[in-house]
């Protein structure tokens, strides 16, 4: 069974930074392209970024780009997301996703977490 597990989100300042890890079992984790996505209250679901099967190819949403990095180590099964610079409008439910696809798209992705939450304060 996959497992996909989000942590790391928390309430931080305006300007701060905050890394996000996630952890994917039950699958052979280098196979697959990892993203990030958020939503927002009231809002649709939106790519952050992902990253192919090594993290050599990277893909960012412009609102974070210059502020987010995504990353991966396939040897721990872990994906991370390092958020600096961080606004109010960053507010959301951050999930993690597995997928056989590559893009910002949720379609593109087939294990999803629970999410974990981030706060930003002004």
């Known amino acids: 069974q996959v497992q996909v597990v989000e942590s790391g989100g928390g309430l931080v300042q305006a300007g701060g930074s905050l890394r996000l890890s996630c952890t994917a079992s039950?699958?052979?984790?280098?196979?697959?392209?990892m993203g990030w996505f958020r939503q927002a209250p009231g809002k649709e679901r939106e790519g952050v970024s992902c990253?192919?099967?090594?993290?050599?190819?990277?893909y960012y949403t412009d609102p974070v780009k210059g502020r987010f990095t995504i990353s991966r180590d396939n040897a721990k099964n872990t994906l991370y997301l390092q958020m600096n610079s961080l606004k109010p409008e960053d507010t959301a439910m951050y999930y993690c996703?597995?997928?056989?696809?590559?893009?910002?798209?949720?379609?593109?992705?087939?294990?999803w977490g629970q999410g974990t939450q981030v706060t930003v304060s002004s």
């Open positions: 996703a597995a997928g056989r696809g590559y893009g910002l798209g949720t379609e593109n992705f087939d294990y």
């Open positions: 039950g699958l052979t984790f280098g196979n697959y392209a």
């Open positions: 990253a192919n099967w090594n993290g050599d190819s990277t």
